[in-house]
């Protein structure tokens, strides 16, 4: 690759910052200059990370529609139940829930999304999701382990 020369001015504090990192890298400014220009370039053209985040639009009605079976629901299996009715389900989703319609099972956005966290839920009905995965935060959030097996 054939190089072209290129004057740049930068403030004696940068320089000599830029200096030293060439000194520890043990390469020329030039490269140090060149590094972090290909770096740049190379994050400006990399797509954008879309949020997971649904939709505003498409959030409201859902709100709208669950904000009684969110808030009234007594326990995990009374608020699948109420769910169902209306052709939702929760699943887990990482150290979270999501809301699925059912019974096809599309992901339509995160429990939290809706008003309503996993962490505030379990707190709520005093009990982990049936079946979640992440047993760790039984411990977090209603202070007690979830792993131990009483005896009969």
Not at 4 to 33: C, F, I, K, N, Y
Not at 67 to 75: E, I, S, V
Request: glycine letters at 8%; proline letters at 5%.
């Amino acid at each position: 690759m054939t190089m072209q020369r290129l004057t740049l001015s930068l403030p004696a504090p940068m320089l000599r910052a830029a200096e030293q990192l060439s000194a520890r890298r043990d390469v020329s400014l030039g490269q140090v200059v060149r590094d972090v220009l290909a770096a740049e370039l190379r994050r400006a053209s990399a797509p954008a990370k879309t949020s997971v985040r649904t939709e505003e639009r498409l959030l409201a009605p859902l709100r709208a529609l669950l904000a009684a079976d969110l808030g009234q629901a007594r326990d995990w299996g009374n608020l699948q139940a109420r769910l169902r009715a209306k052709g939702f389900a929760l699943r887990e989703a990482g150290g979270g829930l999501a809301l699925h319609d059912w019974p096809e099972g599309r992901r339509l956005c995160k429990a939290s999304e809706l008003g309503h966290s996993y962490a505030s839920l379990m707190r709520r009905f005093d009990a982990p999701f049936p079946g979640h995965a992440h047993r760790h935060l039984v411990a977090r959030h209603l202070g007690r382990r979830d792993d131990v097996i009483e005896p009969f």
